[in-house]
């Protein structure tokens, strides 16, 4: 009977283990995020994705959008873009602010890797502020990289670029 | 012959020796490595590998499907993380659903904590988690009035696009229900469902040893002590004509 117990709180505790570690490590809630930047939530918007926007996105990410609609948050000339990019093999959920075309903020929300968490630091995070699109949808800066995060701060970059693009095209 | 002499064909023979026994393994643990090193470029750890025998080699016992969600001309069948939507696998890492709805410009599969929005091709228009939803977690998904209709822990909520959420008004709802499948048609999805292994943790599990059961590291434990020993073997054989060379 006892025995019994313990086996099934074993099971138990390994089964949360298992779901927090699914979840990944959540610095912020991307809902906290939204409410945080503008105070409360406003209603979210979608931009559809078409064939061009698509093609765009792809050549960004390196690899097509996995969606067609991108939901977003925007007022005051202030836009919200919660992304989602693989680091190395799990996805990043990051917050970008952008404000008249640049980077106001960026902070990771959700991360899910086992290693390479130094991307959700201030010091590092810093480096995207005020970046815009320079030609070819690149960011007009050089990122420093994090040696052991190479691949994170590349998708932390990749995101950071989508976010601008979209917010442009978001203004049509 | 002088010892030193006789220490030098000794280790030559051994290093041949080594060398030779261990030509396979240190070409596997070489290119394992090679090709983990690039896994992510190469998308490895996106790509499964599905075989009944590999998944009882990992002792992971595949799950049978037990039902199927319909809606209209749609069809889900779900088991081992694995989604069967209209005849397309979906992925790998898929929660278990608890309902599919066909909407006039979309079909949504909800699971507890998620909805995957769809488009009637196929194609995922939207994927959103606990954040983006009225409540969760999210006991049944169903349709009224056009509508897409969540039952959560908070409530009953309803959307035209699953973006802006609102209390369901009163009035007809068609839940989505799961139906059994029968023995044939479990057996059929149980083979096109078998759990996958990707391939990356495949390589990854060669190259440490552990694809070979609780003895296999220790195998490669060995077989890096034998590179080791070549190595200094290697550099003895190398240096040492060459310093006696030196010293004539």
Redesign the interface.
């Known amino acids: 009977m006892i025995r019994a117990a313990f086996r099934s709180l074993a099971v138990l505790i390994l089964a949360l283990v298992a779901a927090v570690a699914a979840r990944g490590e959540v610095y912020q ?3 906290a995020f939204v409410a945080e930047v503008f105070g409360s939530t406003p ?4 931009l559809w994705l078409t064939k061009e926007i698509q093609a765009q996105a792809a050549e960004i990410l390196g690899h097509p959008p ?4 991108q ?1 977003y948050w925007s007022e005051g000339g202030k836009s919200v873009w919660i992304l989602e990019e ?1 680091g ?2 799990e996805l990043i959920t990051a917050g970008f602010v952008v404000v008249d075309g640049r980077i106001d903020h960026a902070r990771v929300l959700v991360y899910r890797e086992s290693r390479g968490q130094e991307v959700r630091q201030s010091s590092f995070l810093k480096q995207f502020r005020d970046a815009k699109l320079s030609q070819g949808n690149r960011l007009d800066r050089g990122i420093d990289g994090i040696v052991g995060a190479t ?1 994170s701060v590349r998708a932390m970059e990749r995101m950071a670029r989508l976010a601008l693009f979209f917010d442009r095209v978001s203004h049509g | 012959m002088s010892p030193k002499l006789l220490l030098l064909l000794f280790l030559r023979r051994w290093h041949a020796r080594i060398g030779f026994t261990a030509v396979v393994f240190f070409l596997v643990l070489a290119l394992t490595g090679l090709v983990l090193n690039h896994a ?1 470029d190469l998308g490895l ?1 996106a790509r499964y590998v599905h075989a009944a025998w590999l998944a009882r080699w990992y002792g992971l016992a595949p799950e049978s499907p037990r039902y199927a969600f319909r809606s209209g001309r749609h069809d889900l069948i779900a088991a081992n993380g694995r989604w069967l939507l209209d005849g397309r696998i979906s992925g790998d890492k898929f929660p278990q659903p608890v309902g599919l709805v066909e909407l006039p410009d979309m079909l949504v599969v909800a699971s507890s904590a998620s909805l995957h929005l769809y ?1 009637q091709d196929g ?5 959103l988690d606990r ?2 939803l009225p409540g969760v977690p999210v006991r049944a998904i169903g349709s009224g009035a056009r509508q897409l209709v969540l039952r959560t822990a908070l409530g009953t909520f309803a959307s035209a ?1 699953a ?2 959420w609102r209390r369901a008004p009163r009035g007809p709802i068609i839940w989505s229900t799961p139906a059994e499948l029968s023995s044939a048609e479990r057996e059929r999805y149980t083979e096109l469902l078998e759990p996958g292994i990707s391939v ?1 943790q495949l390589l990854r599990d060669l190259h440490s040893g552990r694809l070979a059961g609780r003895f296999g590291p220790l195998v490669v434990d060995v077989l890096a002590l034998f590179l080791a020993v070549l190595s200094l073997s290697g550099a003895w054989l190398f240096l040492k004509p060459r310093h006696r060379r030196e010293r004539r």
């Open positions: 809630e991307p809902g209603a979210p918007k979608v996995a969606q067609l609609r939901r693989t190395k093999e691949l | 992510t750890d488009r194609a995922l228009i939207d994927w954040g983006a696009d973006v802006s990356q």
